[in-house]
């Protein structure tokens, strides 16, 4: 029997209404996905691992590109990676020893070798190299015994795989075709997440970047909202977080920023808008992401403590990047910096964890962290024994030396009250406990 005209408009309007909404469908995070925010900006303080086949080239994570190596001929760098010293677990206590609460690895970076086992590509770790082993599995399992987060640091952009289409970056590696294959590419971007999502157990992050690789062709479409639908439908607790330096997208769980405390754009790729989401700077130890032989310009350990300092006052954790040796070893003065760290942390530890941004704003002489009504006077830099605090009508119980636990003098003036310090201070950070009302 012939269907009526008006009934099949209707069924094919329905249907376009139902795509058009699932489409435009707001992503909302589960109680899991919500509870795992709160819990990632407690942590404050987390680092980042950049280690691929470029360490073995010693100039950085952009040597494939900045030199144009052909493809081909980089892909030969995987029979010779053999990292004689790796071992997940000398360098989980390392980094926890700074009081680090998560780590964040590169499973793929641009060059697009993967340092995991995966089942779609030969280029991989196991597969690809003498080493045989299994990186990521071994220090997932580690991060898991040593009770450390991990998350995965995913490049979006690939300049070895013939089916990425070509973006700004990456053209002279000798790839054929500037088009490639999408949906060969996306798929297997899926897969990978899969992989990485289903045998390496809790993944606390996605953490994407490469993004801006495409961003002057407003027809690329990544699809990330189905890609983010996967990751959350296989660990809704996952965050995601892309490194794309604009303000977050639907479907994203945290905010990045590059190189720049939020509402700082020093770098210049920071000048996104900040959101409601849990923050994260990151930022390099030395000057470089991947191992740099040359660079031995470490960030000493009062720029380090300063700089998570600040960040915690600007509300957002500090991800402080590591490049590893291509011979499995963690650079040692990279070590002896968390070393520095982890010292600091195991006396300050309690004015970052778990606090969020305090109700003074940041200025050039420090900033403030608060938990509930303890307010946290960071002392970074004032060469004076007087500190005005704008605190408005907030009523301040009581004032003391976070360290020494002695009170210290508050008179009150004008819009708030100033601190009257016995001395000049001279620590890496001051600190000064308030009790709020
Ligand atoms: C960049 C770079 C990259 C690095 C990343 C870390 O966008 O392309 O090499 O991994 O920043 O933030």
Redesign the pocket.
């Known amino acids: 029997m012939k269907m009526p005209n008006f009934k099949r408009v209707a069924i094919a309007l329905t249907a376009l209404l139902l795509t058009a909404t699932s489409a435009s469908a707001k992503y909302e995070p589960t109680e899991d996905n919500l509870q795992a925010r709160k819990e990632f900006r407690d942590m404050g303080f987390g680092v980042f691992l950049?280690w691929g086949l470029y360490s073995m080239l010693a100039t950085g994570?952009?040597t494939m590109t900045n030199k144009n190596l052909n493809y081909h001929e980089y892909e030969k760098l995987a029979k010779g990676f053999y990292p004689a010293e790796f071992d997940a677990a000398k360098w989980v206590s390392a980094i926890k020893a700074s009081g680090a609460k998560y780590i964040c690895f590169?499973t793929r970076?641009?060059e697009g070798f993967s340092m995991f086992k995966t089942k779609y590509s030969k280029y991989n770790i196991v597969d690809g190299t003498p080493f045989k082993r299994d990186i990521l599995k071994e220090l997932a399992d580690e991060c898991h015994r040593q009770g450390i987060a991990l998350h995965l640091?995913y490049s979006h952009l690939d300049w070895y795989r013939e089916d990425y289409p070509w973006g700004r970056t990456g053209r002279g590696t000798g790839r054929p075709s500037a088009k490639g294959d999408w949906k060969s590419y996306y798929q297997f971007m899926n897969n990978q997440l899969t992989e990485l999502l289903t045998n390496y157990g809790k993944i606390g992050a996605i953490w994407f970047?490469?993004w801006w690789d495409h961003n002057e062709d407003p027809n690329f479409d990544w699809q990330l909202p189905e890609q983010y639908a996967l990751i959350h439908g296989l660990q809704p607790a996952c965050l995601v977080g892309n490194?794309h330096h604009v303000t977050p997208f639907d479907g994203e769980d945290m905010q990045i920023f590059?190189r720049d405390l939020p509402g700082e754009n020093t770098a210049g790729l920071s000048g996104q808008d900040i959101s409601r989401l849990p923050l994260e700077t990151?930022e390099t130890m030395n000057g470089m992401?991947g191992y740099k032989i040359t660079d031995q310009n470490y960030k000493n350990k009062k720029t380090l403590v300063q700089y998570l300092v600040r960040a915690a006052g600007k509300n957002a954790n500090l991800l402080m990047n590591i490049g590893p040796q291509p011979d499995g070893n963690l650079p040692e003065v990279a070590v002896s910096r968390l070393a520095e760290m982890g010292e600091w942390m195991k006396t300050y530890g309690e004015t970052i964890y778990g606090c969020r941004a305090g109700i003074v704003a940041p200025h050039n002489w420090g900033v403030t962290t608060q938990k509930g009504n303890k307010l946290y006077v960071h002392i970074l830099d004032l060469k004076d024994k007087g500190l005005f605090l704008p605190t408005g009508n907030k009523k301040i119980k009581s004032a003391v030396d976070f360290v020494t636990r002695r009170p210290v003098k508050m008179a009150k003036s004008g819009d708030g009250i100033t601190l009257l310090l016995n001395e000049v201070p001279t620590e890496i950070d001051k600190v000064i406990e308030l009790e709020l009302k």
Do not use: I, S
Request: with cysteine; glycine share 8%; charged share 25%.
């Open positions: 950049h994570e952009w590169t970076h641009h640091y970047d490469g490194n590059e990151c992401w």
